[in-house]
């Protein structure tokens, strides 16, 4: 069983910086593909940024330049690092985890496997 947990998150000032961890226990695979995704209170839930299998980092528009993802010093684990926050950014953040993403690396649906979601909140 693939067990995938978030970490980090809370409140900061708009033009703060924030870090989120994830970390994935049970996968038996050598590929991956780990994303993080947000959902705002009454929004859709949104992509943010993903790490494919081969190494591919994708951003949302929303996020470039201001946030940063990467591989954690675990294997399988993966950290946001998020950086110049606006209110916007206001969501539950989630991790998510499936084999191999691709160009659907922002298709909610193409993910297997979700943490239960870590708060973030940004203040203007």
């Known amino acids: 069983q693939v067990n995938v947990e978030e970490s980090g998150g809370g409140s900061a000032q708009a033009g703060g910086s924030l870090r989120l961890s994830c970390a994935t226990s049970?996968?038996?695979?050598?590929?991956?593909?780990m994303a993080w995704f947000r959902q705002a209170p009454g929004k859709e839930r949104e992509a943010v940024a993903a790490?494919?299998?081969?190494?591919?980092?994708s951003y949302a528009d929303s996020v470039k330049g201001r946030f940063t993802i990467s591989q954690g010093d675990a294997k399988n684990t993966l950290i946001l690092q998020m950086d110049s926050l606006k209110a916007e950014d206001t969501a539950m953040y989630y991790c998510?985890?499936?084999?191999?993403?691709?160009?659907?690396?922002?298709?909610?649906?193409?993910?297997?496997?979700w943490g239960q979601g870590t708060q973030v909140t940004v203040s203007s």
């Open positions: 049970g996968w038996t695979r050598t590929n991956f593909c």
């Open positions: 790490i494919d299998s081969d190494g591919t980092i």
């Open positions: 998510a985890a499936t084999w191999a993403c691709g160009r659907g690396w922002a298709a909610a649906k193409v993910y297997g496997y």
